[in-house]
């Protein structure tokens, strides 16, 4: 049973830092690429980066490059989302996921098939 267990959200002032963890379990975490996504409410899931098994490759959205950092240890199985200039356009729940197969480099959304539970984070102005 894959499981992934997100923490590190909060209520942070617009031009702030907040770091969020991933912890995962249930299958050999480094040959699997892992990404943040985010909801807000009324919109849709979006992704927000992602990076490969090896942390070789990685992606991040146009609204968070240059704010926003991902990374992952894999031996502690936990990836990282470092985020910094918040503002507050990027209050949401962010939650992790991990890609359902192995191997594989994807950013779309349908792709991953593992969730954690997602984390608040809100951004005041």
């Known amino acids: 049973q894959v499981l992934l267990v997100e923490s590190g959200g909060g209520l942070v002032q617009a031009g702030g830092s907040l770091r969020l963890s991933c912890a995962a379990s249930?299958?050999?975490?480094?040959?699997?690429?892992m990404g943040w996504f985010r909801q807000a409410p009324g919109k849709e899931r979006e992704i927000v980066s992602g990076?490969?098994?090896?942390?070789?490759?990685?992606y991040y959205a146009d609204s968070v490059k240059g704010r926003f950092t991902i990374s992952r240890d894999n031996n502690k199985n936990t990836v990282y989302l470092q985020m910094n200039s918040l503002k507050p356009d990027d209050t949401a729940v962010y939650y992790c996921?991990?890609?359902?197969?192995?191997?594989?480099?994807?950013?779309?959304?349908?792709?991953?098939?593992?969730w954690g539970q997602g984390t608040q984070v809100t951004v005041s102005s």
């Open positions: 996921a991990t890609v359902a197969l192995a191997f594989r480099i994807t950013w779309d959304l349908k792709n991953y098939g593992y």
């Open positions: 249930g299958r050999t975490f480094s040959n699997y690429g």
């Open positions: 990076i490969s098994w090896s942390g070789g490759v990685t």
